[in-house]
């Protein structure tokens, strides 16, 4: 089948246009003119050059394309308008495009995330019935995107894809934490306990093709996660055992934190470039569970982790030292 991905060239795209390709699909990668192809240029794939804000590009990607996952988005901005643009209108446009296309496309995966909910209250995990509060405009914007994909369900087989965090080779923010415990140093923010989900990103590209291949998954959300949860010190001793270092555990306090996240945001509007910490993602930090239950998926899907956290990590760890990032 003929396979259109937004988002390709990204740290999970590029992982799904592996996972396509060992699957058969016939790959077409939405990608701009200026995009880092690193990733999938020697794959055998299809370039198919546009961008989710224009529209009339769009047309014609979307063309005689029977699946679409629509990854493409923003994780950072330093205009949170951009969020909005991307995330939101960007989905709108690829949505409207899909619907212009006609009965050709059997399913449509839309990639949200976690972010939309905003955390959990307690160690109950989070459903897909929760209510939604986002407390950062990331999460508001992918809510806004989420909204445009439940709006088009009416006339389009879409399903909602809402992962937490994911971790894996190419991946740049996880490897942040990675860079800290190589020195040595475990960090961890503020001296209460906090619990979040994880998805090792092959687990997480399994998933969406799953949800390709169930044909009860149309007009449904999912959470793709391990079932079970961990805390940052638990994720900061599996990242130290995988890279055979000991290192101190370092408790950042809140104060602290926070002016650090204020300084960063005023560099990233000086320099005009997005930066990992800001105000609004040092308050998502600050949350205590950002967890999520991944068991609609288990019983609609079949869905199950291939790659616990212990073996995950030591996979990603690797793949850094092997690749010179660490």
């Not at 619907?99 to 449509?108: L, R, Y």
């Not at 599996?238 to 002016?259: E, M, R």
Request: hydrophobic share 35%; with cysteine; proline share 3%.
């Amino acid at each position: 089948m003929k396979a259109l991905v937004t988002g390709a060239n990204g740290f999970i795209g590029s992982h799904l246009v592996e996972g396509l390709i060992e699957k058969s699909y016939e790959v077409y990668c939405l990608v701009r003119k200026t995009s880092d192809l690193k990733w999938i240029k020697n794959l055998p794939v299809k370039f198919v050059y546009g961008d989710i804000n224009d529209y009339s590009s769009l047309i014609e990607a979307v063309k005689d394309k029977e699946i679409v996952f629509h990854l493409a988005g923003l994780t950072k901005a330093y205009d949170v308008r951009d969020y909005y643009k991307v995330n939101a209108e960007g989905s709108k446009n690829l949505f409207q495009s899909c619907k212009e296309a006609g009965n050709n496309i059997k399913k449509i995966v839309y990639l949200s995330s976690l972010a939309i909910t905003g955390p959990a209250n307690n160690m109950n995990s989070l459903t897909e019935d929760v209510k939604c509060q986002p407390v950062s405009d990331y999460g508001k914007s992918k809510y806004e995107g989420e909204k445009y994909a439940v709006q088009y369900m009416k006339e389009l087989p879409i399903t909602i894809i809402r992962p937490p965090v994911v971790y894996g080779p190419r991946d740049k923010d996880v490897y942040c934490y990675f860079q800290f415990v190589n020195k040595g140093i475990r960090l961890r923010i503020g001296y209460d306990e906090k619990y979040v989900s994880v998805v090792y990103v092959k687990d997480l590209v399994r998933g969406m093709i799953l949800v390709v291949e169930s044909e009860k998954s149309t007009g449904q959300i999912y959470f793709i996660s391990e079932e079970k949860m961990y805390s940052y010190d638990e994720i900061g001793e599996t990242i130290a055992s995988a890279l055979n270092k000991k290192g101190i555990s370092i408790t950042v306090p809140y104060f602290v934190a926070q002016g650090v996240s204020i300084i960063t945001e005023l560099i990233s509007h000086i320099t005009k470039k997005p930066s990992l910490l800001n105000r609004q993602k040092f308050f998502e930090m600050k949350q205590k569970y950002w967890i999520c239950s991944p068991i609609k998926a288990m019983k609609e899907l079949g869905f199950s982790i291939e790659y616990p956290l212990l073996e995950g990590i030591k996979i990603t760890a690797d793949w850094y030292k092997e690749n010179h990032w660490l």
